[in-house]
């Protein structure tokens, strides 16, 4: 949200000189009277690994050398991408945001990393 109006109108921003301060009793309600979300408890772990898994590792490695070698990037640039684990998604816990009255609430299993290696 504080992006969203960063980026749009930063001006509204109280940091800005605006009218307009996020905290979070206002973003919390924001999302409950707006959009109607409200926290709750996963009713079960999202799905982990596909059975079909490395039938996808295999197309991804094949679709990456055929790229290498259309476009004809020199060996020296096309190195190892298993150096760091980078999150896109915050470890999930037991509770997630879902809209009110939602029979299935999924959740990432805790166990279960979400990210990509760079």
Do not use: C
Request: proline share 5%; hydrophobic share 45%.
């Amino acid at each position: 949200m504080m992006a969203i109006i960063q980026q749009r109108e930063p001006q509204l921003l109280a940091s800005n000189g605006g009218p307009l301060h996020l905290s979070a009793h206002f973003v919390r309600d924001f999302l409950e009277h707006q959009l109607n979300w409200v926290t709750r408890k996963g009713t079960g772990d999202s799905q982990h690994l596909p059975a079909n898994w490395q039938r996808l590792v295999d197309d991804m490695n094949m679709r990456a050398a055929l790229l290498v070698f259309a476009k004809g990037v020199p060996p020296e640039l096309f190195y190892s991408m298993d150096e760091t684990f980078v999150f896109f998604a915050p470890m999930a816990g037991s509770t997630t945001l879902a809209e009110q009255g939602s029979k299935q609430v999924y959740v990432a299993a805790s166990e279960q990393k979400k990210g990509i290696t760079v």
